[in-house]
């Protein structure tokens, strides 16, 4: 054993550094390709690059870090693979912001490659900062092999699945309504839109028949703005009110246009609203869907940027004047004109107050409009070769398991529900979209945005996919297509694309060998463990594009977890002020500490209501250990033997037998997914077993020549298992203490996890310790709380055992209990009588009496008398003031209500000391003589 003093105090940070180097040095979390050992492998999920720690973070690595400590720990082979998302607008955004505050130019003005460039600086300058501060959580991450979503093998991944998917004709471009962002301005996906429920107003317009003015269909809508590009009236065709009218037609408000009334049993219910809709399939999605039913002209209002469009109001022929003053105004203020104009023209006839839903950007909160314009999607429901279906069958025939098995409902609600993905986004920085189109041929369909740089490509134009030529003429001067694709696109492929796929189109001979490696190892990688916010975003399509591509899932377990909130349960939000830091918990606690936390909280479906006070209360179990090192390292013996440990005291059996159980419910817990049970399992035998009763007992071991050698190797190792149980979780503290006990090179990381042993499983010294000893101990210490007896004052006991047997236990296991327990004198014996004045305990193996005197009992009359005096006078405030009608009717409710609170402690407090008193005046009461 290494002879070397342990400081006094523990200092998290000195200890953090050391072991993060040594742990790099060592590379303790390098997978290796070539191992015939089982693989665990984990890929985690890639935090965005303009990402910092947040608890949300925190929380999910610890996870991952467990895990992949833990198997490591078990003679796994791990790989948790490292890395970063390009994360696209928010990046734009970030260095757009940048621009601006150095008030040069633009990204219009710098152009796109040099943009771009900009972008790319920005990421190696002050990119990536997320990953140096999962390090110093101690994350066991391989860090040579971390990826990032733009790298060259995931862009090469990127192009070859858009064009088998292409091929496939699962993705295809068209002309179509999508939600628009006009601030990011581009196109986002269903899911990247929030909705919010606010209070609107519903508008009822008159639209008269063409035919006979003098009669009309009054229409209701929220958004009267949009009327301008209405292209016919829908009402139900067995509505006996309306269905005369189809085939009429209606002279359109505002507008020279005339267009038909028709009969819509879909869009229409005639149970609600006037029994008449206007239908807008350049601006609303059902209504486009009708369109397409009724072969309707789609008229599109507005541009990319929101705005009313003065080419598109000429074509809705909307009346000149009115015209002007909408052009290039937003919907908003293009709504309080035309509201204005039908007040005017006496066409409006009322407005009412009407709940709506409202769809706003997911990146800056702004209102999203459905904007007509041509896209790249991803088909998913193909009759013949459906991604949705093939990832619901998976998760159906638990090929992938969801943990908690709860999130099955939501995942297949989501997932039959599911629309094709819209995955082009108008922006520059991400992958841009595979796909070229021939200049030559389709000149006119490739059309310059007036006054920008940017180009749109018409729906008509041919797209060009994995060729280098124009297939038409021959000719190789292609355009490629401008948009870029959605994030989430690249993340998709994540658990492949990582590994090195495709394997085909590594550059060298040696690269293609190790992909195929990797991927014949970790694929399908072990276990995911991803936050639900991203379930859809992020894990359903990595399960859609892992069966396509791979044949099989991407994971076999998803493990979901909750929410970090504040200790009051609210969101943390910057508009709060309630976000807390976890790099300020790690200076303040240590990172053992905070880790430990929200293991320790991490239970399944259930937010972490994370407080101060519990990292607080882990800190302190990290200061127990290293105390409890410190005093072990005190009471080493001078010579040493260096037997194998073949304990023969109860004490050193029973804490053997206990270790046992204790690794067996953790590596439980572990495999199931509950952090939170390992980790109480582990706290629980540490502080309470270990340290409150194994310690205690073993002083009275090491101090007999006999069992000394024993008991202080039983100590060692007992600790030492602790250390290698605790690692996952505490992986910096652990490291640190091991090295006082174990003279071995290796890194703590790489020993082995503790397993069951059946030769350790002791049950007589289990039943000797626990309801011999301890059983004892605690009733004594019990009788002297009562009684109020300091515990340094020894005392006589008399135990009456309950049979010869019971008299020889107490015999054997006798030390350790008049030293706990402080006993000067024990009388044993199975025909014992109650000494007159006595305090009895009784447990399973007897009946013990301690003896009292009568001035003890006086005393400690008096003393709870007066106790009881002061409580009564406390009451007797609480009950005035509770009376008072003033204050409990002007009074904070919040002071009330503690006052109420503090009334019946009081309350409980003066009944508590009475029965006290009773009990002790009971000693003077003579018992009955029995005739
Ligand atoms: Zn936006
Ligand atoms: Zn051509």
Known sequence: MPDKELEKVYDPKKVEEKWTKRWEKDAISHADSQSEKPSFSIVIPPPNVTGSLHLGHALNSTLQDILSRWH??????????????????????????QLAAEGGKDRHALGREAFIERVWDWKEESGGTILNQLKRLGASCDWERERFTMDEGLSRAVTTVFEQLYKEGLIY?????????????????????????????????????????????????????????????AVHPKDPRFNHLIGKKIKLPLTTR?????????????????????????????????????????????????KMNA???????????????????????????????????????????????????????????????????????????????????AVRQKKIRLIPESWEANYFGWMENIEDWCISRQIWWGHQVPVFYCKTCDQQHLLKVPDSDEMIIASEATPIVGEKTCARCGGSDLLQDPDVLDTWFSSALWPFSTLGWPTDQQPDEAAKQEAKALLKRFYPTSTLVSGFDILFFWVARMIMMGLHFMKDVPFKDVYIHALVRDANGQKMSKSKGNVINPLDLMDQYGTDALRFTLAAMASPGRDIKLSEARIEGYRNFCNKLWNVARFILMNRPETETSSTLDPQTAANRWIQSHLNQ?????????????????????????????????????????????????????????????????????????EELRTYFKEDTDCLAVSKYPVFDPEKNAVDAEEAIQKVVIDTIMAVRNIRGEMNIPPSESLPILIKAKDQAAVGAFEKEMPYIKRLARLSEVTLDTTLQKPEMSATATTAYGTIYLPLDEQRIRSEIDRIKKRLDKAQKALSVFEKKLGNEKFVANAPAEVVEKTKTEQQAGIQNKERLFSELQHLENFFSKPKETP
């Open 72 to 97: 490591r720990m078990r003679g796994d082979n791990v790989l948790w693979l490292p890395g970063m998302d390009h994360a696209g607008i928010a990046t734009q955004n970030v260095v757009e912001r």
């Open 173 to 233: 471009r068209d002309q179509r309504l999508i939600n628009l962002c006009p601030h990011c301005r581009t196109a986002l996906s269903d899911i990247e839109v929030e909705h919010e429920d606010i209070e609107g107003k519903m508008y009822y317009i008159k639209y008269p028949l063409a035919d006979d003015p003098t009669q009309f269909l009054t229409i209701a809508t929220t958004r009267p703005e949009t009327m301008l590009g209405d292209t016919a009236v």
């Open 258 to 306: 005339e267009i038909p009334i028709i009969g819509d049993p879909i869009l229409v219910d005639r149970e609600k609203g006037t029994g008449a809709v206007k239908i807008t399939p350049g601006h609303d999605f059902n209504d486009e869907k009708s369109g397409k039913r009724h072969q309707l002209e789609k008229i599109s209002l507005i541009t990319w940027s929101g």
């Open 311 to 393: 080419a598109a109001l000429d074509e809705a022929k909307v009346a000149s004047d009115l015209s002007k003053l909408l052009s290039s105004k937003s919907m908003t203020e293009a709504r309080k004109i035309v509201v204005k104009v039908l007040e005017d023209a006496a066409i409006l006839t009322k407005t009412e107050k009407h709940m709506m839903s409202l769809g706003k950007c997911y990146r800056c909160k702004s209102v999203v409009e459905p904007f007509d314009s041509p896209q790249w999607f991803v088909k998913v429901n193909a009759p013949d070769n459906s991604l949705a279906q093939a990832a619901m069958d």
């Open 662 to 734: 204790t690794i067996v419910s953790t590596n439980r817990a572990l495999e199931n997914y509950r952090f939170d049970e390992a980790a109480q399992e582990i706290y629980q035998f540490s502080w309470h077993t270990f340290c409150d009763w194994y310690l205690e007992l073993a002083k009275v071991d090491l101090q007999n020549e006999a069992t000394r050698h024993e008991t202080y190797h039983c100590v060692v190792q007992t600790f030492e298992s602790i250390l290698r149980l605790l690692h996952p979780f505490m992986p910096f503290l652990t």
